[in-house]
């Protein structure tokens, strides 16, 4: 056996065996227990150095797991350790000595909130009470939120508004030190000051501790290091401002005074200027570094009250003049430096946040849905790997071994990352999936073809020719979707940036086990000796079709479903987009034992409600009872006509309620009056009166009232008579929906134990990154086919990308699916699968240019298409047969998911050959037309 052979069947072996260590194991698991002692720094953290392993102590749980993290030095997986009972305790060298138990795990990959669940943080936004626009401040506090979530990794969480006073927040991590971690990166105000102790003798005499009192200008802080108390000035030192508003960038560095980490700070250019006049006037003096006070008022320069104290973190002597930079020390750990970095760069809160409740949610694709998601992608790969098998035999066999350790490596780097998997990042793994059945099977049709040629050529040849062949057509078409994950991740956020991550890394790893392991393999084979023919069935036999015969048509055919994509888009307006980009209504429901989400998502759409989200809820209570969390779109659309203005009196008499308004409103589905007074009256109209003026039916139910307020603000109210009809209409269809199994109560009204409008979890902020995401993706694709090929081939495929995408949101709208980030991920997904498609048959196009010089273009275009129709259809067969497993048994949300995939392949697929190609075509024709003019 060649060397050569061997050194790359020995990279293969060592890279499968680590990828394999990666996994292993894939979710977190318990290693050893063990009874340590711990010596504490002075923030309770232990100081490894010092950390005893009791001899006998350890217990291992998983030994695999533990020899397979040593064996690997850790780079893998990272420990973590959870604490039991404490044993002893005690002070040697004025530190703390403690004996406990000591449980250790390994953390492997982490499932995303829809796939799994997570916890659910409730806050209450504390603005003041003269606060103005508490409606913009609120989306501020979601998006900073957001920025500080996103730092600590491929999380995706779900954060929405419930009104403007309370932010609901979603993580996919349960175990409680993670959720505490994440609740203080939420949490911290984000407030840095820097202001001097107390260096008046006179008061530092009188005042020595808390108990002698504060003095004016003053407050009592407890060093969060050293525990003693701090009588800190309220002001900036000499009237000069230095603040986190001046930090440009922080980083967590080892303190190698104290132990521990630190967080060493980047100031602007003012910022810079600030400190050394502060530090220079002030030498000797103690600087006090404060986070999360919080003050209402104030100016420029000159603070406001303190009506909330934060932290003091430590007050280090001034020694000399300080620029440039500085630091905040207290022997962090690393997690806990970390997340201060991360408060301090993501900005200053607008008000702070008081954690109204701790639940855990189950995944918001439900449980039953997660579960038939599995066995569907168990089954559909299964299929892919069962057909490659049969149909190309020994060869097939080979690259079924490829795309296992494919996904084997692609899971494995996602577990190293740490990074969050959603189900737009298996959307990620599907298009992977796709690409790497595809490169197999472009060098398998093109070995065919050297083969047909060159019957006489050795194998070992002919396998190195189709190699080379197939590998411009697999680069290109890699090349541009790697692109596109990239500015994909680099410009998106939350699930854009997850199925960007699952993409790229899918692509790399696809382009080593195509190019590298698979030629490696038949290359074994072959100069071994032990085959010396690869045979594979062949049912698509050689075809000649003139496909630009009936471009004229096709491009028809395309118009008219497109027109009527787009009129049913229109028709539906916003309807169309589900909460996630419109906000809904939340409601918290209390279920008999045993209902399940499918069962209530299966109601749910007999009232037109089918769009809705469903998600189970574990708050603590009620334990005999099944809750859940049900978002639902805005459906209620009363017909308010323009208000009319109540004159103050009226044939001489006062008006009660003369200077405000009169609605008069027809609605879409019969109320009783009384119930809408009252709802209006809880709104804080006090004195407002509803009216029925339509005939009431005999149940006493109207459809149409007058509503009369105090009030003379038309949006004001306005905005409140939507969200009571809306409620009204929410309460009415989920009750009627879910009445075998909703709790009642003792007079039989069905019990919510709560119903609140929540904003979108698509922050606008979002939608934004995602547009110029998708929108440089496309110019870098038309950008990179132009330096590849030439400029009408980057232009005829985004012709034919924007056509997929707009037929398949248009049938998806004609279905009445709604479109949120699921199928968003859809979308992005088959845009890489018509891209990889179009790009497969351009190249060739390119290289039957070059060897058919005496042909038309149009018989080369047509010569081409035939020559790649059976890789086309062996492609879109295979990765067809996986989505519809997907679609039969996935059930719940991932239906429709799966639905999007389905229609974009076969879009795709059809718009390669009848649409790209006929615009590279015609665009050559009208450039040999101008080139003829122009002589």
């Known amino acids: 056996m060649p060397r050569e052979i061997r050194s790359k069947a020995l990279v293969i072996a060592i890279v499968l065996i680590l990828s394999i260590l990666a996994v292993y194991p894939i979710q977190d698991t318990e290693v050893y227990t063990a009874t340590v002692t711990d010596t504490l720094n002075e923030n309770g953290i232990p100081i490894k150095k010092k950390r005893v392993i009791h001899e006998g102590t350890r217990v291992l749980i998983r030994p695999w797991a533990y020899y397979a993290h040593n064996a690997t030095f850790g780079i893998f997986h990272s420990f973590k350790e959870l604490y039991g009972k ?52 609120a989306g501020d506090v979601k998006s900073i939120i957001e920025k500080r ?109 104290k132990g521990g980490y630190q967080v060493s700070l980047d100031f602007d250019a003012r910022g810079k200027s600030n400190f050394y006049s502060v530090t220079s006037a002030n030498i000797n003096k103690r600087l006090a570094i404060i986070l999360d006070d919080v003050r209402e008022g104030g100016e420029p320069g000159k603070p406001g009250k303190i009506t909330r104290q934060g932290t003091l973190y430590s007050a280090p002597t001034i020694q000399s003049a300080i620029s440039g930079s500085g630091r905040i020390t207290g022997s962090f750990s690393y997690e806990e430096a970390e997340t201060l970095r991360t408060v301090l760069v993501s900005g200053k809160l607008p008000a702070a946040l008081q954690r109204a409740g701790v639940n855990q949610v189950g995944p918001t694709l439900g449980k039953s849905s997660v579960d038939s998601g599995k066995h569907a992608i168990i089954i559909g790969l299964i299929a892919v790997l069962v057909f490659m098998a049969v149909y190309y035999l020994l060869a097939g066999a080979i690259a079924d071994f490829a795309l296992v350790f494919n996904i084997v490596l692609l899971v494995s780097a996602l577990a190293v990352y740490n990074a969050t998997l959603t189900l737009p990042g298996i959307a990620g793994i599907i298009l992977t999936v796709g690409m790497s059945v595809d490169a197999n099977v472009l060098i398998f049709e093109r070995i065919r073809e050297e083969r047909r040629r060159r019957a006489e050529k050795p194998m070992l040849g002919v396998i190195q020719d189709g190699y080379k062949r197939a590998l411009s057509a697999i680069i290109d078409a890699n090349l541009t979707t790697l692109f596109t994950a990239a500015i994909l991740y680099r410009f998106g956020t939350g699930p854009i940036r997850g199925f960007a991550v699952t993409l790229g890394l899918g692509i790399i790893f696809s382009l080593f086990t195509a190019l590298f392991v698979t030629r490696t393999i038949f290359e074994w084979l072959v100069i071994g000796k032990l085959v010396s023919e690869v045979k594979m069935m062949q049912l698509i036999k050689p075809t000649s079709i003139a496909f630009l015969n009936l471009s004229r048509k096709t491009i028809a ?35 008999k034992e045993g209902t399940t989400d499918t069962w209530i998502r299966d109601r749910l759409a007999t009232v037109g409600l089918g769009g809705s989200g469903v998600q189970s809820l574990i708050s603590g ?76 039916g005999d149940d006493g139910l109207v459809t149409q009232v007058e509503v009369r307020v105090k009030s003379p603000d038309q949006t004001l109210v306005r905005g409140h008579l939507v969200d009571i009809f809306h409620t009204l209409a929410i309460r009415s269809d989920v009750a ?25 979890s698509v922050a606008g902020e979002m939608q934004q990154h995602a547009i110029l995401a998708i929108t440089l993706s496309l110019l870098v694709i038309v950008a990179y086919i132009w330096f590849r090929f030439e400029l009408r081939f980057g232009l005829a495929a985004i012709v034919a990308l924007v056509h997929d995408v707009i037929i398949t949101v248009g049938v998806l709208a004609m279905l009445n699916v709604q479109i949120n980030l699921h199928i968003v991920a859809a979308l992005l997904t088959i845009i890489g699968y018509s891209l990889n498609d179009t790009i497969v048959l351009f190249d060739r196009i390119r290289e039957n240019l070059g060897t058919m010089r005496r042909e038309t273009y149009e018989t080369i275009v047509n010569t081409s298409i035939n020559q790649t129709l059976s890789r086309t259809l062996l492609t879109s067969l295979t990765t067809l047969a996986a989505l519809l497993a997907l679609f039969i048994w996935g059930g719940g949300v991932i239906h429709n998911f799966a639905l999007a995939l389905l229609i974009g392949v076969v879009v795709g697929t059809y718009s390669s050959i009848f649409i790209a190609s006929p615009i590279v075509v015609w665009a050559r024709k009208r450039d040999i037309a101008k080139r003829r003019v122009s002589r």
């Not at 978002?631 to 003369?658: C, M, N, Q, Y």
């Not at 009445?739 to 109560?745: G, S």
């Open 86 to 137: 404490t044993t002893s305790e005690e002070i040697v060298e004025n530190k703390k000595v403690i004996t406990r138990d000591m449980t250790v795990y390994l953390r492997g990959l982490t499932l995303g909130l829809d796939l799994t669940g997570g916890a659910e943080l409730i806050y209450d936004i504390q603005f003041g009470e003269k606060t103005a626009n508490t409606k913009k401040l």
């Open 621 to 696: 209570d009620d334990k005999g009872k099944a809750e859940f969390l049900i978002r639902t779109p805005f459906i209620a659309s009363p017909l308010i006509r323009e208000p009319e203005s109540i004159p103050p009196e009226v044939d001489g008499k006062a008006d009660p309620h003369g200077g405000g308004l009169k609605f008069e409103i027809t609605l879409d589905r019969p109320f009783d009056p009384a119930r809408v007074q009252k709802l209006v009256r809880e709104k804080g109209h006090d004195d407002a009166v509803v009216k029925p003026t339509g005939q009431p």
């Open 557 to 591: 055919a395309s118009l008219v479903v497109l027109l009527a994509g787009i009129t049913m888009v229109g028709y539906r307006g916003r309807d169309i987009l589900d909460t996630d980009f419109e906000g809904g209504t939340r409601l918290h429901v209390v279920m």
């Open 736 to 760: 009627r929906a879910l009445a075998d199994k909703i709790e009642h109560d003792d007079k039989g009204e069905v019990v919510f134990a709560s119903i609140t409008a929540t904003g979108p």
């Open 149 to 257: 979530i996103n730092a600590k990794g491929l999380m995706e969480p779900v954060i929405q508004l419930d009104g403007t006073r309370r932010l609901i927040v979603q993580i996919p991590q349960t175990k409680t030190e993670d959720i505490a971690e994440i609740q203080r990166a939420i949490e911290g105000i984000g407030h840095l000051e820097f202001r001097l102790l107390c260096h008046n003798e006179t008061l530092n005499n009188r005042y020595k501790k808390p108990n002698d009192g504060t003095p004016e200008g003053y407050h009592w802080y407890q060093a969060k290091t050293t525990g003693n108390w701090l009588l800190v000035s309220d002001s900036f030192p000499n009237d000069i401002e230095v603040s986190g508003s001046m930090v440009v960038g922080a980083s967590v560095d080892p303190d190698t005074e």
